[in-house]
């Protein structure tokens, strides 16, 4: 039998190496239209590669995710988190888990990661060609037909999508039958044009909470570091906000009104009565060099 994975990332590699080991005598071609593969997973974490996240209940790890969870429930079941931290250590990877509970190699080293998909690759008997450019996929009476941009033909008996966001793995999935539903962007920063935050590009907070109003109903909010940056805002806090509110924001052409807490943890009338007791005891200071709270002094 033959099985083609199109798509050269962490999920194609994953995919292709559990299928060689499951069927030895299996034939496992991997197709990747870049040349250098697993170009993503060399760039994660900044480049420390986040491989898992240590959440080993599937109830629990499936809430986490803003749409799919139902989907997922029964794919974390079968293999989850805890799956993965075993698959590495049995390639001989440590990992370690840090506060926030994001799992990373105990090298801080991208490269450990892809060093261990490409060797269990090979092991396993993949084949792996890079700058293998699918033109198109056609389903045949007895598996499929995929074609390469330089002319070449390979048959294949079962075929895997792992091409991502790549639209062209959209196109070959729906040209084999299947419905699409429309993505949108998430996990993205915030354009924010104010002038309150022009010169404070820089600035992080380890907790802040977000908020935002989309219209009367809808409020989404997140809690987690925040960084100002010169065309607005990032950090976790708004990578998590753009990814639960993905669809809800395009529906709103990304225009929604926003409110920041510096100081979540706080209750509002604490913290006014302690910048009054400053003010009161420390009239002659500035407010920056006497903050009686966790904020930077900018």
Request: a positive charge; one cysteine or more.
């Amino acid at each position: 039998m033959n099985i083609v994975v199109i798509g050269g990332g962490a999920a194609g590699f994953f995919g292709a190496i559990a299928c060689a080991q499951a069927h030895p005598h299996t034939q496992v071609t991997l197709l990747e239209s870049a040349r250098q593969p697993l170009s993503k997973v060399r760039v994660s974490g900044g480049g420390r590669c986040n491989v898992t996240h240590a959440c080993f209940d599937p109830a629990l790890l499936v809430q986490n995710y803003p749409r799919g969870g139902k989907a997922l429930r029964g794919a974390f079941s079968r293999f989850q988190a805890k799956d993965t931290v075993e698959w590495f250590q049995q390639q001989g990877v440590a990992l370690k888990t840090e506060a926030d509970g994001r799992v990373f190699p105990t090298t801080d080293d991208s490269g450990t990661i892809v060093e261990c998909l490409m060797w269990a690759a090979k092991k396993a008997g993949v084949a792996i060609h890079t700058g293998a450019q699918v033109q198109q996929v056609s389903h045949q009476k007895n598996g499929f037909e995929i074609q390469l941009k330089s002319g070449q033909i390979l048959p294949s008996d079962r075929l895997l999508l792992a091409t991502g966001s790549n639209p062209q793995g959209y196109a070959i999935a729906q040209s084999l039958g299947h419905a699409i539903e429309p993505p949108v962007p998430s996990l993205f920063t915030f354009n924010v044009k104010d002038p309150r935050l022009e010169d404070l590009a820089g600035v992080s907070v380890s907790s802040a909470q977000l908020q935002i109003q989309l219209d009367d109903k809808t409020v989404l909010k997140q809690t987690g570091a925040l960084l100002i940056t010169h065309w607005g805002l990032s950090g976790p806090a708004v990578l998590k906000l753009s990814a639960w509110g993905a669809r809800a924001l395009h529906e709103q052409q990304y225009h929604a009104n926003l409110r920041i807490n510096l100081l979540p943890q706080m209750n509002p009338e604490v913290l006014r009565d302690q910048l009054m007791a400053v003010r009161s005891q420390l009239s002659r200071r500035l407010v920056a060099t006497s903050c009686p709270v966790p904020i930077p002094r900018r």
